[in-house]
C-alpha cells in the first residue's frame, strides 16, 4: 500500500515569493494534517482537515498561508508571500479518522533565500 | 514550546545493547502517547503507542512505559542495530476528544557498530 505522497520534495524560492505543496494521503484516509517542522525540533500542526473540512487551524497564520482539500482527498498548502523564516519541512500526515494513528508523508524541505 | 535549536539530547548505544529513551510531557490530561522515529531526511514513522489507561505496552523489540504520576514516558528498544539510529520522538495527545498531538523533543540516537 501506498503512503502519504508530497511534492515536492525539495523547494528553494525568494523572499516574497509564493509556493505551495501538496499532498496525496493513504488510500481511505479521511483525516488529513499539515504540520512545520524546524530544525531540531518536533513537528507542529498547522491545519487538520476531516474529509473536506478544516476543523483545526488554530495555529495557521493565517495572514500568509492558506489550505485546501476540496474532494476530501488531494490537499495543498500555501505560503503568498515567503518570508526567510519559513524555511523549514512541511510534513503531510493522514489517518483514518481524528483518533487514529497518524502516518507522514516524507515531507516538503522549503528554503527561503 | 520550548525552543531546542540544533541540540538534540543524545544517546550512543553499541550494537546489541538496549536503548532507553525518555520523555517528560507537559498535560496532565493526556489520554493518548505515541513513538515516532524520524531518520535523516524523512519523515516521522510510527513506532508504538499507548493509551493513557495502561502503564506498560510492548511490541517487536520495543518497549513503552508511561509513568502518569511523574508524567514520563520511555521507550526500550531491545538489541539495538544501527538501522535504529534516527532521532525519536514521543507526541501526546493534548487536544481530548478533538485529538491534536503535541510532539516533544526529539532525542538523536547513534548505534555504533
Known amino acids: 500500500e501506498a503512503g502519504v505522497v508530497q511534492s515536492p520534495r525539495y523547494k528553494i524560492i525568494e523572499k516574497k515569493q509564493p509556493v505551495a505543496f501538496w499532498c496525496n494521503p493513504i488510500?481511505?484516509?479521511?483525516?488529513l494534517y499539515w504540520y512545520l517542522q524546524n530544525l531540531g525540533q518536533g513537528p507542529e500542526l498547522l491545519i487538520r482537515?476531516?474529509?473536506?473540512?478544516?476543523?483545526?487551524d488554530s495555529q495557521l497564520p493565517k495572514d500568509r498561508f492558506s489550505a485546501e482539500r476540496l474532494k476530501g482527498v488531494d490537499s495543498t498548502l500555501k505560503i503568498q508571500p515567503a518570508e526567510l523564516g519559513d524555511s523549514a519541512v512541511y510534513l503531510c500526515?493522514?489517518?483514518?479518522?481524528?483518533?487514529?494513528?497518524?502516518?507522514f508523508g516524507p515531507g516538503t524541505r522549503l528554503l527561503v533565500l | 514550546g520550548e525552543s531546542v535549536g540544533l541540540h538534540l539530547p543524545t544517546l550512543s548505544v553499541q550494537e546489541g545493547d538496549n536503548s532507553i529513551i525518555n520523555c517528560a510531557y507537559s498535560n496532565s490530561a493526556s489520554d493518548y502517547f505515541i513513538w515516532y522515529k524520524q531518520e535523516s531526511g524523512k519523515g516521522p514513522q510510527f513506532i508504538i503507542d499507548i493509551r493513557s489507561n495502561m502503564d506498560k505496552r510492548q511490541g517487536q523489540r520495543v518497549t513503552v512505559l508511561l509513568n502518569k504520576t511523574v508524567k514520563h514516558l520511555s521507550l526500550q528498544i531491545a538489541a539495538t542495530q544501527p538501522g535504529d539510529s534516527a532521532v525519536y520522538f514521543c507526541a501526546e495527545n493534548s487536544g481530548g476528544s478533538n485529538y491534536k498531538l503535541t510532539f516533544g523533543k526529539g532525542t538523536l540516537l547513534t548505534v555504533n557498530p
Open positions: 488510500s481511505g484516509h479521511n483525516t
Open positions: 500526515a493522514s489517518s483514518l479518522g481524528g483518533s487514529e494513528t497518524q502516518y
Open positions: 482537515y476531516e474529509n473536506e473540512e478544516a476543523v483545526d
